[in-house]
């Protein structure tokens, strides 16, 4: 299983980044995938996750100016984010669940956003 993340990078705050999200090994079109973050000494936190019909879920700090989508055709996740705030700064991680188990299985190595003042 391989979850390969990319489009991170340095933006001033109020701007925009697209991260994007490369699954193989996994059935991906019956997987639930999301995106989890871990700033510098904090413990890794829930973003937004997208269930295999497409139903997104975000965690209140980022709801209305984070987008989760995915393509399953390509067994791509995107995370588009607008209106980037410092405290946005992360390693973005994307992560797949193996049905019929709960909770996130799979993890990809992180993308770094900063997101500077």
């Known amino acids: 299983v391989q979850l390969q993340a990319s489009g991170g990078g340095l933006v001033q705050a109020g701007g925009s980044l697209r991260l994007s999200c490369a699954a193989s090994?996994?059935?991906?079109?019956?997987?639930?995938m999301g995106w989890y973050r871990q700033a510098p000494e904090k413990q890794r936190e829930f973003v937004a996750r997208?269930?295999?019909?497409?139903?997104?879920t975000y965690a209140d700090s980022v709801r209305s100016r984070f987008t989760i989508s995915r393509d399953n055709d390509r067994a791509m996740v995107y995370l588009q984010m607008n209106s980037l705030k410092p405290e946005d700064t992360a390693v973005y991680y994307c992560?797949?669940?193996?049905?019929?188990?709960?909770?996130?299985?799979?993890w990809g190595k992180g993308t770094l956003v900063t997101v500077s003042s």
């Open positions: 090994g996994i059935v991906f079109s019956g997987a639930t």
């Open positions: 992560a797949a669940d193996r049905p019929p188990y709960s909770g996130m299985e799979y």
């Open positions: 997208i269930t295999r019909g497409g139903k997104p």
